[in-house]
Nanobody
Framework: VQLQASGGGSVQAGESLRVSCAASGSIFSFNAIGWYRQAPGKQRELVAA???????LYADSVKGRFTISRDSAKNTVYLQMNSLKPEDTAVYYC?????????????WGQGTQVTVSS
């Protein structure tokens, strides 16, 4: 399984960015798929994800500003980030998890840098 993240960049506060995560197989083969981020000196944290059944999870800090979506034909998950703030600056990682025969496998993409300046 490969997860290829792209779309990061540098923007001003208040602007928008969209990051993409392309999976090497069907995104519906995972029990969960989404985005984490890690800022310098901080722990990696969940940003948004699709869970089993198609439900979505969002970190409180991004609710109302970020939207996770998916394109099954492209095996791609997107994170649309609006009204960006300097505190959103981090490396954003695509993450997916799969449970098979009682065993859990976790996959990570390579990360993409998002920098928001004030």
């Amino acid at each position: 399984v490969q997860l290829q993240a792209s779309g990061g960049g540098s923007v001003q506060a208040g602007e928008s960015l969209r990051v993409s995560c392309a999976a090497s197989g069907s995104i519906f083969s995972f029990n969960a798929i989404g985005w984490y981020r890690q800022a310098p000196g901080k722990q990696r944290e969940l940003v948004a994800a699709f869970t089993s059944g198609g439900s979505t999870l969002y970190a409180d800090s991004v609710k109302g500003r970020f939207t996770i979506s998916r394109d099954s034909a492209k095996n791609t998950v997107y994170l649309q980030m609006n009204s960006l703030k300097p505190e959103d600056t981090a490396v954003y990682y695509c993450n997916a998890g799969r449970i098979e025969r009682g065993s859990t496998s976790i996959y990570w993409g390579q990360g993409t840098q998002v920098t928001v300046s004030s």
